[in-house]
Every structure is written in C-alpha cells, then in structure tokens.
C-alpha cells in the first residue's frame, strides 16, 4: 500500500467526514437516501476494513440490500440501514418493530445470496458466508436497561449485529484516535 493510499483510507474517516456525518444525524434523522448516500460516499463507517462496496445491488431481481462490504480480510457484510429517527428499542424493554423488520430484511438477503452462492462467486471476489448489519436509531437515547436488551440481543445472535447511527460515528471517532496514537501500549502480564 502506498503512502498516497495510506492517506485517502486515512482521510475517509477525518474529523470534517465524523463531523459531517454527526451533523447529517442530528439535522436529517428521517432522511434514509441521504444516509444511503453518505456511506457509499464513505464505506469505512459501516466497516474499517471495507475494500469494495456494493450500494443496493440488483441481485437477481430479488429485493436489494443497501449494501454488500468486502473486508480487507476476505470476508463479506451485508447491512440495512433505516434512519437515526426510529427507536432501537420500546420504553416496555423490546427491541422496535422496526429493528425486527429490518433484521428479517437483512437475514432474507443473507438467505437469498447463500442460495445464489456459487452465482455470486463471478461478481463478488471469493464470496463466503456474510454478516449482517443492521443500523437504525441511537444509541445514546437509550435508557440503561434499554442498552442492556440491545446488548443481549446482539449476544444472541450469530451473523447479526444491531447498531445505532452514533456507534458508527463513536466507533469511526475511536479508531481515528487510535491511530494517531504514536504508539500502542504493550505491557507484560502474568496472572497466577
């Protein structure tokens, strides 16, 4: 990889991209095409490792996801997005309807490429079994208990992850840190 690719991977998450899409949260919460459009223009928020992204591919004229991600570890993602706007989870302590329909809709897809495997094969370089993704809502409008049932919800799933908006962005933030950190802290450790 040459410095010149080091840099644009570098400056895909810098802070005017975190800070335009924390803006893009907090101003156009029940907008989905912008969102859509935002994290094609910038994969690495949905994965740091994305390499190829595919935004809602037309694959076999089943229903679309919004995006298929290939890692730079080979392995492949497919995710749904809804908007900052719904809720992850009920003031009764129950993941939202609309975080259900949308898991449905990113298990299908799964479902439906694992079925077109060896098909997908031609356009997708090495494709295996997938993850999924799925983005809707905020995190941080979540009361404690509510974290706790998302937690265990992701806990109890094998291919799915659930996720707020903010978790991106927070995530995007941490890893941008990390790596103008001059150094990683190595300590020795022994437990008897």
């Known amino acids: 990889m040459t410095h010149s690719s080091i ?3 570098w400056l895909a998450v810098s802070t005017p991209v975190l800070n335009a899409f924390d803006e893009l949260i907090n ?17 690495q928020l949905l994965d740091p490792l994305a390499i190829r992204v595919w935004p809602q591919p037309d694959l076999f004229g089943f229903r679309e996801p919004d995006y298929i991600v290939q890692r730079a570890d080979g392995t492949y993602m497919v995710v749904e997005i809804e908007c900052p706007a719904k809720k992850l989870v009920t003031k009764s302590n129950q993941l939202s309807a609309d975080v259900t329909h949308a898991e449905q809709q990113v298990t299908d897809y799964r479902r ?23 983005v809707i809502g905020l995190e941080r409008a979540l009361s404690d208990g509510q974290r706790q049932i998302l937690h265990d919800a992701n806990g109890s799933r094998t291919y799915v992850r659930i996720v707020g908006f903010d978790w991106l962005l ?20 022994r437990v008897v």
Do not use: G, Y
Request: proline share 10%; hydrophobic share 35%.
């Open 170 to 189: 927070e995530r995007a933030r941490t890893i941008a840190s990390n790596m103008a950190q001059p150094k990683v802290d190595v300590i020795p450790l």
């Open 27 to 43: 101003s156009h919460a029940n907008d989905e095409p912008k969102f859509q459009d935002f994290l094609a223009e910038h994969p």
């Open 7 to 9: 840099s644009k991977r």
């Open 112 to 134: 439906n490429l694992l079925q077109k495997h060896a098909d997908l094969r031609i356009h997708l370089p090495n494709f295996q079994e997938p993850d999924c993704l799925v």
